[in-house]
C-alpha cells in the first residue's frame, strides 16, 4: 500500500459535522494517502460548487459517514503521480470528476485531494484552468445520461473529434466488475433498435443547469435537433448563442409540452430532465406515448415521475460506472482532453466567489436561495 503523500503531512479542510449544519473549517487534517498505483495526488487550486453540495446536508441524502468533506469538482497540481501513471505526470494541471462520494480522500473541499488517472483530465495551456472548475462532474453526467442511459454513439460525430461507444465498451467489461444496482441499466436499458439517429429531437428541461449545457452540445454534436426547455426571461439571451434548435419557455409547463409536442409532431422518443420529480413528469408528458413501436426514453438526473406512462421508459444514470470501471472513466476523461484541445466544447459560464474554504459556505447560501443560475459558483485556495 502506497503510503506517500508527497512531502504534506496536514492541511486545512471543510467538514460536515452534523445534518442541517454549516461547513465548519478544520486547520489540522492529515493530507490523504495514495492507496493504489494508479492514484494521485493534487493539491487544490480551484473548487467546483455542485447543487448536492448544499442539498445533501439539508435533506439527508449521500452522506455515507460523518464527519463528511463533500465537493465533486476540482482544478490543481498533480504533486504525486502513482508508478502506473503513463498519461498523467508530476506537475500536469489537471481538473477531476470526482463521482466516488463515500471515498473522501477524493472529495474536493480540502487543500489536497485524491483523485484515480482515469477520472483526470489534463487543462489545455490556452484555457484558463479556473473556467474548468465546473465542468467534470457536469461533463461525466451529460454523457452517461447520452451514452448509456439513451445509447447515443459518440464515434459517429460527423463533424469533429469522435468519442468512445459506451455502452459497446460496456458490453466487452467483465458484467461483474459492473455494480450490480446500475448493471441492468448499463448492460440491457437501451434496446439497440431504438437508440437515436441524426435528425431525432431530444429535449432536455432545465437547459440552463451545467449537466444540460454539455448535454445540448454533446446532442448537437451526433447531429441530434436539440429543444431546451428554460426561464426564457431570464436565461433566453443566453442560451441563444448555444446549442439549441428551439428554446421553450418553462413559465407554463402545459403550454410547454404544448410546443414540444407540435413541433416533433407526437413524436418526441428522447429526453433528459435536469431539475427533479416535478419537472420530468411534465416531461414525460410531451413524449411519445404508444403501446406499439419505439419506446420514448426519459433521464432523470435528479429525479423521475412516480408513474410511467405506456411507452415510456425511466432511465437512472449510472454515475458510479465513471469511477468503478477504469475503462469507461478513462475513455470520458481522454475524449475531453481532445475536446478542450480542439476548443469543441464549451464549459459552463463561471463566477469566482471570495473566501477561499471558509467562503463556501456563503457561496452555498446563494445557491440555497436561487440567486445563481445559468453559471457555476467557483471558489479559489491561495
Known amino acids: 500500500m502506497l503510503q506517500n503523500n508527497g512531502g504534506v503531512e496536514k492541511q486545512e479542510v471543510l467538514l460536515l459535522h452534523d445534518l442541517k449544519q454549516k461547513y465548519a473549517l478544520s486547520k489540522d ?3 490523504p494517502k495514495l492507496k493504489r498505483e494508479d492514484e494521485l495526488l493534487i493539491k487544490v487550486q480551484y473548487i467546483g460548487l455542485n447543487p448536492i453540495d448544499w442539498k445533501a446536508p439539508d435533506y439527508g441524502f449521500g ?25 498523467i505526470k508530476t506537475g500536469d494541471v489537471v481538473f ?23 477520472n483526470v483530465c489534463r487543462i489545455p495551456e490556452h484555457t484558463p ?16 445520461a447520452l451514452g ?23 458490453q466487452k467489461v467483465d458484467a461483474e466488475s459492473i455494480p450490480q444496482d446500475v448493471r441492468k441499466e448499463c448492460l440491457d436499458g437501451m434496446p439497440s433498435s431504438e437508440v437515436p439517429s ?4 431530444i429535449a432536455i428541461w432545465g437547459g440552463s443547469s451545467a449537466s444540460a449545457g454539455i448535454a445540448g452540445q454533446l446532442s448537437k454534436s451526433i447531429g441530434l435537433r436539440v429543444i431546451k426547455v428554460v426561464d426564457v ?21 402545459q403550454r410547454a409540452i404544448e410546443i414540444i409536442r407540435k413541433v416533433t409532431r407526437n413524436n418526441l422518443r428522447f429526453a433528459i430532465d435536469t431539475i427533479g420529480k416535478e419537472t420530468a413528469t411534465h416531461l414525460q408528458k410531451a413524449l411519445r406515448s404508444s403501446e406499439s413501436g419505439p419506446q420514448a426514453h426519459l433521464v432523470g438526473l435528479t429525479g423521475l415521475p412516480k408513474e410511467t406512462i405506456a411507452g415510456v421508459k425511466h432511465h437512472v444514470v449510472p454515475i458510479k460506472i465513471n469511477h468503478e470501471i477504469r475503462a469507461i472513466g478513462e475513455s470520458l476523461m481522454t475524449w475531453l482532453e481532445t475536446l478542450l484541445l480542439g476548443c469543441e466544447i464549451q464549459p459552463p459560464k463561471i ?25 457555476r459558483l467557483v471558489v479559489k485556495l491561495d
Not at 459517514?65 to 503521480?81: E, H, S
Not at 477531476?96 to 482515469?118: C, F, I, M
Open 96 to 118: 477531476s470528476a470526482s463521482t466516488d462520494y463515500r471515498d473522501l480522500r477524493k472529495a474536493t473541499y480540502q487543500q489536497y485531494a485524491v483523485a484515480s488517472e482515469s
Open 351 to 375: 463566477e469566482v466567489a471570495p473566501g477561499g474554504l471558509e467562503g463556501i459556505n456563503n457561496a452555498l447560501d446563494r445557491m440555497r436561495k436561487g440567486e445563481i443560475a445559468g453559471k
Open 29 to 31: 487534517y492529515l493530507v
Open 148 to 170: 448509456v442511459c439513451l445509447g447515443a454513439d459518440f464515434s459517429t460525430k460527423s463533424n469533429g473529434s469522435p468519442g468512445p461507444n459506451i455502452r459497446n465498451a460496456l
Open 233 to 253: 426571461g431570464k436565461h433566453g439571451e443566453l442560451l441563444s448563442e448555444g446549442p439549441a434548435d428551439l428554446l421553450v419557455d418553462n413559465a407554463d409547463p
Open 63 to 87: 452522506i455515507p459517514t460523518l464527519p463528511y468533506i463533500a465537493g465533486r469538482d476540482l482544478v490543481g497540481v498533480v504533486i504525486k503521480a502513482g508508478k502506473e501513471s503513463s498519461r
Open 198 to 201: 441524426p435528425g431525432d429531437w
Open 129 to 144: 484552468r479556473q473556467t474548468l472548475a465546473g465542468l467534470g462532474v457536469a461533463y461525466v453526467a451529460a454523457a452517461l
